[in-house]
């Protein structure tokens, strides 16, 4: 099982500022396949990134994501109020698919 | 616009099955690009893969649950559902209901239900 480890688990900034969240796996992700997903309160969470880079449809050009093999990010370049919210990584390489612990993005 | 809605009974006695349904709608369950998952988040928690299943046959389940899993497909009501044996409060989360492509991440989510675990 490939166990993804989120840091940090929680992260204050303020509204204008570049966000880097940072997912490490224990093992290698086959072909980038790692995706990154926002989570606000009660909802469901929405998919914003996969393959490691791609942004998925109607996802903001402020999201990017990046990295290869163990060490992934996610960068958030300007947050917007609606940014402060938590962010989970996800691998969909091997089974059991697993998420990270997810990190909190909380208003400085 | 593919639409997931999870339905079943929210509460639940410890030791006894939690069955729940989710309807797809505005896409078929037949595609043959899909699977189709459950994924779990006790209250205040992260998620959890439980298991997802192509609607042909092939399924796979986390292996922390694979004992009490079961997840089946009904295309002719375009819908799939999750069966959970044994439960005890430590199976008391929202459930969602969750489209997996093939080698893709997941992709379209229900709005989940709160199963409580409960006598």
């Known amino acids: 099982e490939i166990v993804l480890t989120q840091s940090p688990g929680t992260l204050s900034l303020s509204p204008g500022e570049r966000a880097t969240l940072s997912c490490r796996a224990s093992?290698?992700?086959?072909?980038?396949?790692l995706a990154w997903y926002q989570q606000k309160p009660g909802q469901a969470p929405r998919l914003l990134i996969y393959?490691?880079?791609s942004r998925a449809t109607g996802i903001p050009d402020r999201f990017s994501g990046s990295g290869s093999g163990t060490d992934f990010t996610l960068t958030i370049s300007r947050l917007e109020p609606e940014d402060f919210v938590v962010y989970y990584c996800?691998?969909?390489?091997?089974?059991?698919?697993?998420f990270g612990q997810g990190t909190k993005l909380e208003i400085k | 616009q593919l639409q997931l809605q999870e339905s079943g009974p929210g509460l639940v006695k410890p030791s006894e099955t939690l069955s729940l349904t989710c309807t797809v709608s505005?896409?078929?369950?037949?595609?043959?690009?899909?699977?189709w998952a459950w994924i779990r988040q006790p209250p205040g928690k992260g998620l959890e893969w439980i298991g997802s299943?192509?609607?042909?046959?092939?399924?796979y389940y986390n292996p922390s649950l694979e004992s009490r899993v079961t997840i089946s497909v009904d295309t002719s009501k375009n819908q799939f559902s999750l069966k959970l044996s044994s439960v005890t409060a430590a199976d008391t989360a929202v459930y969602y209901c969750?489209?997996?492509?093939?080698?893709?991440?997941?992709?379209?989510w229900g709005q989940g239900t709160l199963v409580t675990v409960s006598s």
């Open positions: 969750v489209r997996e492509g093939l080698w893709s991440p997941f992709d379209y």
């Open positions: 505005g896409g078929s369950i037949s595609s043959s690009s899909h699977y």
């Open positions: 299943k192509y609607y042909s046959g092939s399924a």
């Open positions: 093992q290698s992700v086959g072909s980038s396949y």
């Open positions: 393959g490691a880079s």
């Open positions: 996800q691998q969909y390489g091997s089974s059991p698919r697993t």
